[in-house]
């Protein structure tokens, strides 16, 4: 009889479109958010953290009508319970805006009102992974509920310009450009567009902006372009002279914002909601001056298109203007690392009432990826103080070494894999990328001293110098076993300076 | 004819089983979070997030071949790929140790060995949610892979008591004990019992040691006991002299260490296996005295019995020892609040090679609760200054004081509800927590002053005093404006240390 197949063995995958982090790539993030919570925490506003879990109901966009409403969300069927009928359906949050909505409804007797909250955390995105495009990945968001008021886009528009600057973005590297949807509403009155379908017609071509510039959206609004590669799009069908208060918007950008606020106000004509609109970035614009935000860190800027679509009132995008080296070696700006708006439907799906809120959400692995691109995160990753292990018998000494070292602040920790060959020893400091390691063998003990060997200087030396020269270099000191602490504070202190 | 009938709103509700976490509740864990995390890596441990998701296969407890693999985790199918088959299962991780399993297995080339781990984070149970039970908690773990020398076990035991006293508990006021998975199978093989089901009865008997006490343990080895109702419970059949070294394991705790593995030796008597556990924690004692951890902090104890028929090694667990009173009001000790030991079948479902491991795991909730019990949690919960709104016209003069008590580094936002009622401004204060109201209506903009109110002292005045009183006290002073955050200051400094 042949022998029982042995059952497989279960694969080590991470699953696919999901990824781990590891040292650097968690402690760089938790510094970042820690330091942009600061800032929110110091503008008033108070975490909040909901579960990963919502009902699909109260999620909204996805409706349980559908058999398996999974379409863009990790979803999943509760067990029945018991003579109670179907169970509800669960699934994992897909941004920290649907989650803030069902608690500002849940609680809305409870909470003060502004509510003013920040909260930080994974999302899910049940999509198709592709590079760089991840299943789970971090948002970090702040929102007033409650406040009509453009203060409280003026005070979350100042307070993403700080926390860029905490996180350690400097003034010049970063912009916040603000815009209204209430103005391009006003231009869309003055040019006699009121069919819903034009309109939107007119805002999908606004989106293009940034692609096709001027005289493509001029081009879009009327008749029609041909794209890159030839092919035909169709255009709105708008006379020329209609497209002009829509460029007029789009390039009303002026040397300041009073000139440009001079601009926006022609192109509305005698539009309310776009003279409202105006008069909104205005109150924005004095705010912001009053809080002691000047042109180089925030400014009204129409050409923001990103969010006018989907924002009711102000939106705002923060951009990094310093040029990095794309795909292709080519210089290009940083970009867009932060966007938000303010938008009235929050809470109305679950008590049929409007609240006015208005929010940011930074982009945490774009601003981490420029962090990194500026040389800004990472610095302090370094690797533990390895006690190397000479006696098996004496690893209590071993232990206490790592002990003292510790109370004194170092991070430091003792070789716990098989000590025989030493060589693995010193290879396993390296992985670590262990600055400094310790060495005590039966003879310096009897001595009372230790070796203390400077990784980061040896292997500078192992790469640069001749054999004559590396024996000249202190490299590894011999010091008495009572200055094994201070030797390696001051091995650690040039090494921090030499970097 | 009617009217369709609306469509039922979503009901705004936490899904059953979850929590949402405000504030200081969110802040309070972080910081404990964030202390135990600095002692983690000044022991050398790195950080690591794996994603909430993971394959079902190498979550490995919940198997893909039944038809819907959630008993006990959340778990939904894949949507099948194009003619690919059927979809992989995936879940949400029920804990940190699957997750760490499945990273030893895929990058065991890549990481360092040992590699040691800490990983702080959500996981999911689907279980039905009850008191004080909940579907999404954390977990803080630290492991270490791939070293099988006990001086990795006394590494993290030593870790676990100064990560206790980073968090905030102080010496005295916990104890960690620790005991040998191999000590007991030494007991058991001096008591002659190798049958396995009978191995595994008396280890579910000994797990009812903390309940029972030693005549309990006594009768259950034997023939048997009532329990509290009457029911009888069977006994494991032994004869009475057979249940003596068992209870001579349990109850060998002597007044030092060295007592302690001498009543060991005698309980083990000639097994080999059990020689070599009391040797083992021989040398973890011998090793955390060379730490610097004594008696008061560390100490062997037979009587631990959670966790031995789990790990294959020493085991360990950290108790609070202040008492608290229970829901009856009745004193008893607090309890525990992390444990771990020795496993050696982590990698092995993946690869087929045993790799060794211990760690520890802490109770995020047990011991935050913990520190409130203390009032160790939660001091630096404070409201924002708010500066309240006299004149809608003068928002700039309130953002640029705002702006400046920010800069300070004082919390401080601007009201941002409906100013026209000043009544709900000092309410919307009060329900913030707010230390300090700023003030400036018309008049006293026209004089250059402001009012600063200490909302603090003011509702202890309102509380304590009569009107008389009140009077006399400033509670409320007026200031030059250039003086106003100094005034802050000085209040927000009265308060503190008031408190």
Chains 1, 2 share one sequence.
């Not at 007033?144 to 700080?162: H, K, P, Q, R, Y």
């Not at 203007?321 to 966007?339: M, N």
């Not at 938000?340 to 109305?348: A, F, K, S, T």
Request: glycine share 12%; hydrophobic share 40%.
């Amino acid at each position: 009889m042949a022998k029982d197949p042995k059952p497989r063995r279960p694969r080590a995958e991470t699953p696919k479109g999901f990824r781990d982090y590891f040292g650097p790539d968690v402690t760089e993030r938790k510094e970042m958010l820690d330091r942009i919570a600061a800032v929110y925490h110091l503008h008033g506003f108070d975490a909040l953290e909901t579960s990963g879990i919502e009902t699909v109901e109260a999620l909204g966009k996805f409706l349980p009508d559908v058999d398996r409403p999974n379409a863009g969300v990790f979803a999943w069927q509760e067990e029945s319970v018991p003579g109670g009928g179907s169970g509800d359906w669960l699934a994992l949050r897909y941004d920290l805006t649907a989650p803030l909505a069902r608690v500002a409804a849940q609680y809305r007797n409870d909470l003060p009102t502004p509510y003013r909250r920040y909260a930080m955390g994974p999302v899910w995105r049940n999509e198709k992974p592709g590079p760089g495009r991840y299943r789970q990945f971090y948002q970090c968001d702040a929102d007033t509920v409650g406040a009509a008021s453009v203060a409280a886009d003026a005070e979350i528009i100042a307070m993403l310009a700080d926390a860029l600057e905490a996180a350690g973005i400097a003034r010049g590297d970063y912009l916040v450009r603000v815009n209204n949807r209430k103005v391009l509403n006003g231009v869309l009155d003055s040019m006699g567009v009121s069919d819903p379908d034009t309109a939107a017609d007119v805002l999908r071509t606004i989106d293009k902006f940034d692609k096709v510039g001027e005289s493509g959206v001029r081009e879009l609004l009327t008749t029609g372009r041909k794209d890159a590669s030839g092919a035909e799009i169709d255009g709105v069908g708008l006379d020329a002279a209609q497209a002009e208060p829509v460029i007029a918007f789009l390039t009303s950008k002026g040397a300041t914002n009073a000139a440009t606020l001079d601009n926006l106000r022609a192109a509305v004509g005698g539009s309310v909601v776009g003279a409202e609109g105006v008069d909104e970035l205005a109150q924005i614009a004095a705010l912001l001056d009053a809080s002691g935000m000047g042109p180089d860190r925030v400014v009204i800027d129409p050409s923001v298109v990103r969010g006018l679509g989907y924002y009711t009132g102000p939106v705002f995008e923060a951009e990094l203007t310093f040029e990095i080296l794309d795909d292709k070696g080519r210089k290009r700006q940083f970009g867009s690392v932060a966007g938000g708006g303010r938008y009235d439907d929050l809470v109305e799906r679950f008590t049929g009432q409007k609240v006015p809120a208005t929010g940011v959400s930074i982009g945490v692995d774009r601003l981490l990826a420029a962090l990194r691109e500026k040389g800004l995160a990472g610095a302090q990753a370094q690797g533990p103080v390895v006690v190397t292990v000479m006696d098996r018998e004496r690893m209590g000494d071993y232990h206490a070494m790592a002990a003292e070292l510790r109370v004194a602040g170092i991070r430091a920790e003792v070789y716990l894999g098989n000590p025989k060959n030493f060589g693995n020893q010193l290879k396993y400091a390296d992985k670590r990328g262990s600055p400094v390691a310790i060495i005590q063998g039966g003879d310096e003990a009897a001595r009372g001293v230790v070796q203390v060997k400077d990784l980061i200087l040896g292997a500078k030396i192992a790469a640069q110098a001749s054999v004559e020269e590396w024996k000249s270099q202190p490299a590894q000191v011999e010091v008495p076993r009572a200055d094994l602490v201070a030797t390696v504070r001051r091995m650690l202190a040039r090494e921090t300076g030499a970097q």
